[in-house]
Nanobody, 124 residues
Framework: VQLQASGGGLVQAGGSLRLSCAASGSIFSINDMSWYRQAPGKQRELVAAVSFGGTTNYVDSVKGRFTISRDNAKKTMYLQMNSLKPEDTAVYYC???????????????????WGQGTQVTVSS
């Protein structure tokens, strides 16, 4: 099982970026999916989360600017980031709680999986 994050880059303040996170491999089901970020010298923080049914949650600092969504058929999650600020600069990580198949095709218990991170840099 692999989570592949993409879409980061360098953008000026006020600009937009769209991050994607695609899950692949032998997956039985995906529960919650989330975006985290970690800025230099700071702890990793939860930015936004979306349940299988589409319920969303956001950290206060991004409410009204970021939108999280997912396409269950494509096993892909997105983060649309608008009105970006320099303080949004961080490495963004995707996370999924999912059930993978074992080698004998029996679903395993839910477990956390992480993507490799994508850098978002917002210049002032």
């Amino acid at each position: 099982v692999q989570l592949q994050a993409s879409g980061g880059g360098l953008v000026q303040a006020g600009g937009s970026l769209r991050l994607s996170c695609a899950a692949s491999g032998s997956i039985f089901s995906i529960n919650d999916m989330s975006w985290y970020r970690q800025a230099p010298g700071k702890q990793r923080e939860l930015v936004a989360a979306v349940s299988f049914g589409g319920t969303t949650n956001y950290v206060d600092s991004v409410k009204g600017r970021f939108t999280i969504s997912r396409d269950n058929a494509k096993k892909t999650m997105y983060l649309q980031m608008n009105s970006l600020k320099p303080e949004d600069t961080a490495v963004y990580y995707c996370n999924a709680v999912l059930r993978a198949f074992s080698g004998s095709l029996v679903p395993r218990p839910p477990a956390d999986y992480w993507g490799q991170g994508t850098q978002v840099t917002v210049s002032s």
